[in-house]
RNA sequence: GCCAAAGUGGCGGAAUUGGUAGACGCGCACGACUCAAAAUCGUGUACCGAAAGGUGUGUGGGUUCGAUUCCCACCUUUGGUACCA
């Protein structure tokens, strides 16, 4: 006899996990006749703590679309991975002197394991782990190609770079239109040929898309390596919170600015979240605008600025400079000199911390120098100050404190005059409304009268003619840091030769990471690879960074496609079959990194003719976050007492998280509460009611908080299919919100009665072969179109909701037919595939169910003839009245007025009006 | 500060094009079964009111026969960003 009991569950699930890896119903084939679809999770990093109930709310949302699309007919490509190299497991490997590979290779281990359990399909044979020397190969292959390539603006894509030297032996590097440092000088054929060896690397260093480069960089001296711009967040690394400060550095760097405009309007031409379009448009942060000159008043120089708003320039009061700007030296004059060299010295030492907690003060100096203001031959005043920045435009700005707020400021601050140029409701910068897009020009020579926008352009024309400006656009996004002073990653297959950066031969691929005594830098303060003995290629030294955590990722979902390839990334038939991602599903934290990232090196591939999309990730959808609720204990200050939530007013408190496993409720057990930590064994508590409360609050579900509650307990005592479905009826995918277990017994519940359709009372199987009546047909079709509706739509909420609800109806019918029940089974199995394979073979099938056909709603058994009608007086509904579907208007509204009801109402009046809608309401107005 | 998303019962949430607000589930209450409890099943459950009825989707206004949905202003929460000229 078999009843859903907890026994039984086991027993089903695990016997179908282990029949579905052995009959290798996952495997998933690249030559099909059906049409593709390829969907894809963000592979995570394996961590030491494990799965969490967090991370499979997004995996079981793909694996529902995947066993849907597999319905439909598709073949579906469904593969999961690890992104394995990472900061935490090298950290561990610091502190225990363990290989981080056998970290990584022990926490995988358990990541299947309970990804197992949850009764995921994929492919287990396309597994990639980036931290393995068959699949870093590759990533040092694409590190390679990028290396041997330069950003041609001319066709506007990435050339080979035996193409841009060849030019350069024919013609130096006129007529070279190409993306490249900002300090590349124009040499002749002749210039080029006479370099040396070491002159000529150097030279193509400044156009490679994967380039050497002194350049400010972020170094986080605690973690001893180099961070990206969205490794850090204020200040701070974002991985442990420790300090990060600016240093210049010979680094490796990607051109990613190459593709910044691509980038841009890539976006327009893929199905993603806004926010996240939105967030990569701000990080790439176009300005349209122009550079020009300004001279010295003593005509010794001239200052470059770049501006949007060259329509103000009749307001120009004065000149900021950056004071890293490299005129600041020689243009101050001596009675500024003292005040200028002190303001440099502080604005240097100021930390990237401080300067961001310190935006509001204004601070800078005035350097004694004059410019002419080209349009009026107005002399103004040089300042520097640090709201200039030194990477960005010029690093000097043209300041007009009538129409800029920093300006303004920085003009109040200093006494500075302000000369009003826009007119208009809204142009005043005094005032709150201030838009500073907004109004015509005032006391701006012949640009007086005209809307900003058009003496914006006149003003162009103006630069142009006297030839000292171009229009020029600018980006705030930098070119990627690419190296990182640590172990665990990929290590470069690059060696130098008498200082020459030299790649290895693709036959030598891959450059393993060597074994070495420990994860820490050298004594002389080299990355760890520096330990690495007789560490050589021919005879010489290898590159010692290795590459950040962000390489393995930017190309993985094209390594699943063809994973155990050993002489291609992927071939070109697997490439050409499955082309692009069709659907993608992770965390939006990764709007400005990997996807970014991914974007890029997609783009690059696509240039050098190795894949065919310009995009990587036809659709995106980015799971919410579930949060953990922690518990805590208040530590009265300075004693071994814990006192009681609402009794903590009294004390001065230290807030203590506790293992969440200890607390039922809100009421902690005290005994394990004691027996936890030595610290805690004798400690005092005052309780309230004779019990100890703890408080709660929501945090990220992390090992930190002791709130991280495990998939595992979940599978045990409810089954992966109630887990599966509980987090999806949780609410839609995109909402983040705290984990909490309130709701599982309704799923577990509904589970069973669904189980119970099938079974009689004594829990014998029975499902009849009867002829369905009408009213179950409808309610079969109803929960058809529904299901389908939704999926296509990612609410699977919504689908959870409607499998409840037919149920109970088809409880309530006591429907047990095969031809309602079979159909709606094969629904079902997406969101709860063990319990549907038991069932389709109780059903007396012998394939698995995966193999069955999504069935077609019939809107024929959805038609009604009738509907009854809301009938609402002013708004209100009042009473409901059934009518014929086709009953003309005219007679539903001599029915509806002659009711009581609307009688009553009216109190026998004409109703000034009544609106009809067919089929959805009846509003009488009186 | 700026950009984006979101505010609906005791709780998670539903309402697909402007058309019955609160589906579904949890919780709670009552009932059945039971010596009893658990489990299970059934009934009820936005708020005020005995009822008639009234009030209700963050707040205030507007458009409309009709607004959770559209428009304007504001408040709150969450995420992103940090002087980008």
Redesign the pocket.
Known sequence: MADYSKEEIKRIEEKWRAAWQQKGVYKTDNHSDKPKYYVLDMFPYPSGAGLHVGHPLGYIASDIVSRYKRLKGFNVLHPMGFDAFGLPAEQYAIQTGQHPRLTTEKNIATYIEQLRKIGFSYDWDRKVETSDPSYYKWTQWIFMQLFNAWYDRNTNQAQPIAQLIATLDKQGNAGINAVCDDETPAISAQQWSAFNTKEKEDFLQKYRIAYLAETMVNWCAALGTVLS??E???GVSERGGYPVERIKMLQWNMRIAAYAERLLNGLDTIDW???VK??Q???I???V?CELDFKLADGTDTIR??????DTIYGVTFM?I?PEHELVDKITTADQRKVVTDYVEIAKNRSERE??S??????GAFTGAYVINPFNNEKVPVWI????????????????PSS????Y??AKHFNLPIVDVLEGPTSDITKDNFEPKSGSMINSGDLNGLPWQQAIEKALQRVETLGIGVRKV?????DAIFGRQRYWGEPFPVYFDNGIPKLVDEKDLPVTLPEIDAYKPTETGEPPLGRAKDWTYKGHPYELTTMPGWAGSSWYWFRYMDPKNEKEFASKEALAYWKDVDLYIGG??H??GHLLYSRFWNKVMKDLGYVASEEPFKKLINQ??IQGISKLAYRVNGTSKFVSHNLRKDYEVTPLHVDVTFVDGDVLDVEKFKNWRDDLKNIELILEDGKYICGSEVDKMSKRYYNVVNPDDMVNNYGADTLRMYEM????L?????W?T?????????L??FW?LFHDNQGAFRVSNDEPTRDELKVLHKTL??IE??IE?F?F??S??????C??EL??MKCNKRAVLEPLLITLAPFAPHIADELWEKLGHADTILNATFPKHNEEYLTESS????I?I?????V?MNFALDMPKDDIEKLVIASE?VQ??TEGKAP??V?I?P???????I
């Open positions: 711009n969205d850090v967040k204020d979240p806004e926010p939105e967030m448009r701000n990080w942060g176009k300005s605008g600025v770049f501006t949007t708003r060259i900021v950056a300067r961001m310190e935006v509001k003060r204004i601070s100050a640090d709201y200039v920045l030194a990477g960005y435009g010029t690093g000097a700005v043209m300041a007009v800029d707020t920093r300006d400021a920085f600018n980006y705030r996004m930098r939006s934290e709007a400005t919410g976050h009826f949780l609410g839609p995109e909402l983040s919100k705290p909490n309130n709701g599982i017994d309704g799923v577990f519940k509904f069973r009665r119970n179109k529904k509706y939704d739509h609410s909420n919504t959870v909701s409607e499998f409840m609800i149920s109970n409880s309530a509907f009854e009608y809301p609402s002013n708004g209100k509904v009042r409901k009801i009553k109402w000034k009006k609106i809608v089929g959805k309401i009846v509003n009488v107005v």
